[in-house]
């Protein structure tokens, strides 16, 4: 029986964080079904729960409260995990303990673990894996998001150039990061565009259901449902102009201007939640693919301009180009938008939604993924032991989240 790592984000109160995570994990289950196949308990820094500092309210409290149970919950009932943990920033030790475990194959991604803006020039994240780990490297549909080669300084370069030729099959989320994994010398045979793991869900809608109920909130009237970030100065503006409209407005984080605020929804309930919605407007990719998985129409904003690649290349961007909406569903500038331009994008979204070309791309990109899958399961075994033994380095265990 082989041992399978996944190597990936989880630990985030972000909805499409775990729905990445448990969609990967499922769809490895599937291809290995006589292996054993779990999380790598690794996380790159501790996460502390905190509530919205940016509307504290007793009600607000409450729903933050709400939401860290519904994640933790999450975690611990959808995501198997190694049992020694380790949580850190430092590369060396990351790489010690991934030796340790000893793993047949290791899968990282989804997500954007590969980026690095976090991190200082003389240092890189986990995620770009030592060519000397012994087992099967995979990069599964992994992204850098917004970094590029003219980031990298000359330690990070050589570190990344040797990691990518450390790995048997390199699947990338978006344009923006096949480009970097060219550049850096991945082999064009190993190297492939590979789609985001949640295109393999298929949406269970009793949780949503269930909490519509529960929070007295009915689609009956036209909904608008916002994702914005104190960023969108325009947010409380656009939020009347449909009121005036006659919409109700639906908010995803705390808002003074929503007449609903859903931010204590859990990743399962969030995955149904966008399908009875007229409008989404968004700055999440999650928020747009999952939109696009319940048939709603959307309007992605980025936040800023670091979101994008000196190239112009996003995430949103290449998701989007994948059913042919970049160009009408895709706003890159939000701080020079108006109100009537969003309003305008908004219903231009809605005039152009094609429900039949978007079943297509999703039923596509979904047998595209379980392929490359394929081509993980159909890896050969791993080299046998070159060296003896290896120093055990000292680990965090116990739970996690």
Same mark, same amino acid.
């Given at each position: 029986?082989? &041992? ?16 990445? !995570? ?14 054993? $196949?779990?999380? $790598? ?16 309210? *007793? ?27 380790? $949580?850190? #920033? ?32 003389? @240092? ?16 599964? !549909? ?14 990070? &370069?050589? #570190?990344?150039?040797?990691? $990518? ?22 082999? %064009? ?7 985001? %793991? ?14 519509? &109920? ?7 009237? %036209? ?43 859990? *990743? ?13 407007? @968004? ?13 709603? %129409? ?39 938008? #108006? ?8 219903? &231009? ?47 965090? #265990?116990?739970?996690?989240?």
């Amino acid at each position: 029986m082989r &041992r399978i790592g996944l190597l990936t984000y989880y630990w985030t109160e972000n909805p499409g964080t775990v729905m990445q !995570a448990v969609c990967t994990y499922r769809a490895l289950r599937k291809q290995f079904p006589e292996d054993h $196949v779990e999380l $790598v308990n690794y996380r790159s820094w501790r996460y502390w729960w905190r509530p919205n500092l940016s509307c504290i309210t *007793p009600a607000q409290w409450g729903r933050d409260t709400v939401r860290m149970l519904k994640y933790r919950k999450a975690r611990k009932t959808l995501l198997p995990f190694g049992r020694q943990s380790l $949580v850190t #920033t430092d590369y060396e030790r990351s790489q010690a303990f991934l030796r340790e475990q000893d793993y047949d194959v290791l899968v990282v991604g989804s997500d954007t673990l590969l980026e690095l803006h976090r991190f200082g020039p003389e @240092t890189v994240t986990a995620f770009w894996l030592a060519p000397d780990i012994r087992a099967r490297k995979v990069m599964c !549909a992994a992204s850098a998001r917004s970094t590029s080669l003219g980031d990298l300084s000359e330690f990070q &370069r050589k #570190t990344l150039e040797a990691s $990518v030729q450390g790995f048997d099959l390199l699947g990338v989320r978006d344009p923006a990061t096949y480009e970097l994994i060219r550049g850096l010398g991945g082999p %064009p045979d190993k190297i492939e565009m590979v789609p985001d %793991p949640t295109f393999t869900y298929d949406i269970d809608y009793g949780p949503a259901k269930a909490y519509l &109920r529960k929070k007295h909130l009915s689609f009956e009237r %036209p909904t608008v449902i916002l994702h914005m970030t104190r960023q969108f100065t325009w947010a409380a503006d656009l939020a009347d102009a449909y009121r005036a409209r006659g919409y109700q407005v639906v908010s995803l984080r705390p808002a003074r201007y929503a007449d609903y605020i859903c931010n204590d929804v859990s *990743p399962l309930e969030w995955a149904g939640l966008f399908r009875d919605a007229k409008l989404v407007i @968004t700055h999440r990719f999650h928020d747009t693919l999952f939109c696009l998985k319940n048939l709603t %129409p959307l309007l992605t904003v980025l936040p800023r301009a670091s979101y994008e690649t000196a190239g112009g290349h996003s995430k949103y961007d290449g998701l989007l180009k994948m059913f042919g909406m970049s160009e009408t569903h895709l706003i890159r500038d939000h701080s020079g938008a #108006t109100v009537k331009q969003i309003l305008d994008a908004g219903e &231009r979204s809605m005039e152009t939604h094609n429900p039949q070309v978007i079943r297509r791309g999703l039923s596509q990109y979904q047998d595209q993924y379980e392929g490359f899958l394929h081509k993980v399961a159909a890896l050969p075994t791993r080299e046998p032991v070159k060296a003896a033994g290896m120093q055990p380095i000292r680990t965090e #265990t116990g739970t996690h989240g």
